[in-house]
């Protein structure tokens, strides 16, 4: 089985953002338009320009720049509770995975009253809203092309996605020569998150042709251009790359799902607050070893890379990148591992994609490995 979904417009390339004028044009009656993005972005030198832009064209716009990352329920209802606008004709979103998910429910909002957590799961968000316009300023999430929106839970602090068509974008804009003034950091935990999707796309139950042939595609992008866009942010080859990656990863994590590295990821994230990438990071080479004990799920990206040992080669781009490759760099305690290990194997959205069935205490025995960062 295969299904995909595909936002109505994607433009792509270095330079591509100055076609917003036209797109936004092509909004029909568009009067009012909201965009949603993340407190830093104003100052960014490219800014200015866009807002002018969109203004030249639309007379009412209301800028909501108060999102932060991995925003819970009560932040999205919230920044809804600011909307100024009579009507909303548009939403854009103009910044990272967070800032473009934030767009999709806003927009979603707009037109149907019930809590996100209902609409959780898949295809079940009643009414479309609004049209999207989704600017990535971030190389990694994938979400200009997902109709996926990931957010947290305010009361159980968990993380859950809304999965429907009606959340596609209109139109995204996907200008890699934004990424330049990408903090390195970012680069790092974004472009990796984006690696991991195509990891976990291609080893799933879910797996497709459709699926396996962007994964690969998102994993010869994102190695040739990660490691380069780290050294130089300025190198726009290598941000192509990784913009390339980013957006083939969101294709095929889109058809698929992703599997257990997110299921240890989330606590990570949601209990001691570390960056969804660098949680994943953290958790990749031990989870994928793991799984190579049970089959070879991951044959051509060996085969891509060129590697005798997937594990250790993936350990190695973390470091590389500049990221932590074991927990206890990261100041989790040994006896905190149990906990994280008993709330990813709750998490069956993940697990149950996995290639290899994870019991709870195989997910023990990975945290262990991943906070003494043992490959042995
Ligand atoms: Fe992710």
């Known amino acids: 089985m295969l299904t995909a979904h595909f936002p109505n417009r994607i433009l792509f390339g270095i330079g591509i953002i100055n076609r917003i004028k036209e797109e936004l044009l092509l909004l029909d009656g568009c009067k009012s338009i909201l965009l949603i993005t993340s407190p830093g972005m104003p100052s960014r030198i490219f800014f200015p320009e866009i807002l002018k832009t969109i203004q030249s064209v639309v007379k009412n716009v209301q800028v909501i720049a108060t999102l932060t990352p991995e925003p819970d329920d009560k932040m999205i209802e919230m920044i809804f509770g600011q909307i100024e606008l009579k009507n909303v004709d548009a939403v854009i979103g103009v910044g990272g995975g967070s800032v473009m998910d934030a767009a999709k429910l806003i927009s979603c909002r707009v037109v149907n009253n019930e809590p996100f957590v209902e609409m959780a799961g898949s295809n079940l968000v009643k009414r479309?809203?609004?049209?999207?316009?989704?600017?990535p300023t971030v190389a990694g999430s994938g979400s200009e092309v997902t109709h996926e929106a990931v957010l947290t839970d305010n009361d159980s602090g968990t993380r859950y996605a809304l999965k429907d068509f009606k959340l596609l974008s209109h139109c995204s804009i996907i200008d890699p020569s934004l990424l330049t003034t990408c903090p390195k950091v970012l680069i790092a935990t974004s472009g990796i998150d984006a690696f991991i999707h195509a990891v976990e796309s291609i080893g799933n139950l879910n797996a497709n042709v459709f699926s396996n042939l962007n994964g690969l595609q998102a994993i010869k992008s994102l190695k040739e251009g990660l490691v380069e866009a780290i050294c130089d942010v300025t190198n726009e080859r290598a941000l192509n790359q990784i913009s390339l990656g980013s957006m083939f990863a969101g294709f095929a994590f889109a058809a698929t799902g992703t599997a257990a590295i997110h299921a240890c990821g989330y606590p990570l994230t949601t209990i001691h607050k570390i960056p969804h990438g660098q949680a994943n990071a953290v958790m990749l080479p031990y989870v994928i070893k793991y799984n190579?004990?049970?089959?070879?799920y991951y044959d051509s990206i060996t085969e891509l890379w060129g590697t005798k040992n997937l594990?250790?080669?993936?350990?190695?781009?973390?470091?590389?990148i500049g990221l932590k490759t074991n927990l206890k760099s990261m100041g989790i305690k040994i006896d905190e591992l149990e906990k994280l290990a008993e709330i990813a194997f709750l998490d069956k959205r993940h697990l149950s994609v996995n290639p290899t069935d994870i019991s709870l205490d195989i997910l023990k025995n990975i945290f262990k490995n991943a906070w003494e960062g043992n490959l042995d």
Do not use: A, D, F, Y
């Open 311 to 320: 594990p250790l080669s993936l350990l190695q781009l973390v470091n590389e």
């Open 128 to 135: 479309k809203g609004p049209p999207i316009l989704l600017i």
């Open 292 to 296: 190579l004990q049970t089959g070879n």
